[in-house]
């Protein structure tokens, strides 16, 4: 999926479509570099399979590929606080956002919110902590996705690389095997049909 989000994105952005088998092979040397201790095998994607998940990921995402991002909210919001590094740590709040659903599931103002709030309480902002108090937008609603970023956070805390990606990739569906290239009409295969 990982490779199929990269081509698309690439579509979509003016910089202009990645060669999708330079893709491939960027993949694989990347699989083969940083997982070596959970592959066992090579890099089993080709540029087919690539071309057909993008068919079910434009499906998932009900062909929308507009994702707005909290950035300029938060650039907005940072002004009427001031202070540098309440903005900066905010900033990098944001960035790890991205790295979960919360991107998904509610609308920017309020993941930058979020992050400015969280920053405020870091670096003990009295001013920011006033300014939220006069906001007319619930503190819960802040709170929920503050709660979500924080679970990312505890989730990196106790994650090891080299204990938990060997079943992370065990678990990811393989491309069957047919004379066409294509996944055989199916999305994935089950785990007793992968390997």
């Known amino acids: 999926?990982?490779?199929?989000?990269?081509?698309?994105?690439?579509?979509?952005?003016?910089?202009g479509a990645i060669p999708i088998q330079r893709l491939i092979t960027v993949c694989s040397s990347l699989i083969k570099s940083?997982?070596?201790?959970?592959m066992?095998?090579?890099?089993?994607?080709?540029?087919?399979?690539?071309?057909?998940?993008?068919?079910?990921?434009?499906?998932?995402?009900?062909?929308?590929?507009i994702v707005h991002q909290p950035?300029?909210?938060?650039?907005?919001?940072?002004?009427?606080?001031?202070?540098?590094?309440?903005?900066?740590?905010?900033?990098?709040?944001?960035?790890d956002s991205l790295r979960c659903d919360v991107i998904l599931?509610?609308?920017?103002?309020?993941?930058?919110?979020?992050?400015?709030h969280m920053s405020a309480?870091?670096?003990?902002n009295e001013n920011a902590m006033k300014w939220f108090s006069d906001l007319t937008i619930s503190m819960d609603k802040i709170t929920e996705v503050s709660q979500k970023i924080i679970q990312l956070y505890?989730?990196?805390?106790?994650?090891?690389?080299?204990?938990?990606?060997?079943?992370?990739?065990?678990?990811?569906?393989?491309?069957?095997?047919?004379?066409s290239g294509s996944l055989s009409g199916s999305r994935c295969s089950t785990p007793s049909t992968m390997r």
């Not at 940083?34 to 959970?38: E, H, I, M, P, V």
């Not at 599931?105 to 400015?116: D, G, K, V």
């Not at 309480?121 to 003990?124: A, E, F, L």
């Not at 106790?158 to 079943?167: I, N, V």
């Open 105 to 116: 599931t509610h609308p920017p103002h309020m993941i930058a919110l979020s992050a400015l």
């Open 154 to 179: 505890e989730m990196w805390r106790g994650f090891d690389e080299k204990k938990e990606t060997p079943s992370i990739l065990f678990r990811m569906p393989r491309p069957r095997s047919s004379h």
């Open 121 to 124: 309480v870091i670096h003990n």
């Open 40 to 65: 066992t095998s090579d890099f089993i994607y080709r540029p087919q399979h690539v071309l057909e998940c993008e068919f079910y990921l434009l499906e998932m995402m009900d062909c929308c590929l």
């Open 71 to 95: 950035y300029r909210p938060l650039t907005l919001y940072a002004e009427n606080l001031g202070g540098p590094e309440v903005l900066n740590t905010a900033w990098h709040i944001v960035n």
């Open 34 to 38: 940083r997982f070596c201790f959970a």
């Open 1 to 15: 999926m990982a490779p199929t989000c990269i081509f698309l994105a690439s579509k979509v952005e003016e910089c």
